[in-house]
């Protein structure tokens, strides 16, 4: 039992170049999330799926496309990277059920763009 | 708009004392609260939850304490540990009308406990 799992665990591009970053998770999950962390900034939401085949904009969203494959994947794209998305990005995943909304999260992708 | 606020970047404590870690927030809608601990590197981990049902929740060493009238709930840790040392994220979610699970972060604190 893995949990959520990233890749690439880092990644440098340059200005303009895209890239799809990776997540899948073996906990069953419904729900799904990509956040980003920036200093003094917490985690912000990206996108979010509460289920296969729905998507939705979170916080942070211009500049990145979001695809639900199927109930263990979730990826995250960028179509022309930009140095403002220099970020560490973390995926998420949650069961929502009525006792609360426990998230649990990979360890991370640390994204540089020059 | 921050809806959750946590107004301390850092917070340096004593093996063996007190830690006490503040978050406020602004949604009077929001009904269900987490904190996660984030070591370097490494993504969050989920550590203890508080129902607006409740005003308090413990769990081993750690104790949350939810004030609804004041907005404000903390995260308390005794006796600290050099291990409890990482960035501690409060959360919150309005479970109601939340699509998703949607939940948001504040900005986190991180603390240091020297031994």
């Known amino acids: 039992n893995a949990g959520v799992t990233q890749t690439p665990k880092f990644q440098v591009l340059k200005t303009g170049q895209s890239m799809t970053l990776q997540c899948a998770q073996d906990m069953n999950h419904n729900s799904m999330y990509w956040y980003r962390q920036d200093p003094g900034m917490g985690l912000r939401l990206i996108y979010y799926?509460?289920?296969?085949?729905?998507?939705d904009k979170g916080e942070v969203p211009n500049g990145y496309n979001v695809s639900r494959l199927n109930k263990r994947e979730f990826s995250l794209r960028l179509e022309s990277a930009a140095p403002s998305q220099t970020s560490v990005y973390f995926c998420?995943?949650?069961?929502?059920?009525?006792?609360?909304?426990?998230?649990?999260f990979g360890p991370g992708t640390r994204l540089l763009v020059l | 708009d921050q809806q959750v606020k946590q107004n301390s970047p850092s917070l340096s404590v004593q093996e063996g004392r007190i830690s006490i870690l503040n978050c406020d927030y602004t949604n009077s809608m929001f009904d269900y609260f987490l904190w996660y601990k984030k070591y370097p590197a490494e993504g969050p981990t989920f550590l203890i939850s508080i129902s607006s049902i409740k005003d308090k929740n413990e769990d081993g060493r750690f104790t949350v304490f939810l004030n609804k009238s004041a907005k404000h709930l903390s995260l308390h840790i005794v006796p600290s540990q050099p291990g409890d040392s990482a960035v501690y994220f409060c959360?919150?979610?309005?479970?109601?009308?939340?699509?998703?699970?949607?939940?948001?972060f504040g900005q986190g604190t991180e603390l240091s406990v020297k031994p």
């Open positions: 959360a919150a979610t309005e479970r109601l009308y939340n699509q998703g699970g949607k939940l948001i």
């Open positions: 799926s509460a289920s296969e085949g729905t998507t």
């Open positions: 998420a995943s949650s069961e929502v059920v009525g006792s609360g909304s426990t998230q649990y």
